[in-house]
Nanobody, 124 residues
Framework: QVQLVESGGGLVQAGGSLRLSCAVS????????MGWFRQAPGKEREFVAA????????YYLDSVKGRFTISRDNAKNTVTLQMNKLEAEDTAIYYCAAADSHGIVVAIGGYDLWGQGTQVTVSS
């Protein structure tokens, strides 16, 4: 059974940085496209970033381009989201997700597995 566990959330001032990590159990990590999503209070869950399973193609939400970086380490079964220049609008619960796909998956419905989420709060 594959499990995803996020860590690294917290409280940070606007302009600061946080690094989220997602540890994936199981030996099939390298076969998944990995993504990060977020859900702010009263809003729907939205796509943030994704990275393909092999050559590491990445894709980002427009509002985080140039500030967030997604990466993966297939040897360590981890995916990270480096978040710089954080803004109050980035405040949300951030979720790690896995999709059994060769390419990049953006749609929430394309993801098969989800973590429990980690809170990110950016104070202005």
């Amino acid at each position: 059974q594959v499990q995803l566990v996020e860590s690294g959330g917290g409280l940070v001032q606007a302009g600061g940085s946080l690094r989220l990590s997602c540890a994936v159990s199981g030996r099939t990590f390298s076969s998944y496209c990995m993504g990060w999503f977020r859900q702010a209070p009263g809003k729907e869950r939205e796509f943030v970033a994704a990275i393909s399973r092999s050559i590491g193609i990445t894709y980002y939400l427009d509002s985080v381009k140039g500030r967030f970086t997604i990466s993966r380490d297939n040897a360590k079964n981890t995916v990270t989201l480096q978040m710089n220049k954080l803004e109050a609008e980035d405040t949300a619960i951030y979720y790690c997700a896995a999709a059994d796909s060769h390419g990049i998956v953006v749609a929430i419905g394309g993801y098969d597995l989800w973590g429990q989420g980690t809170q990110v709060t950016v104070s202005s």
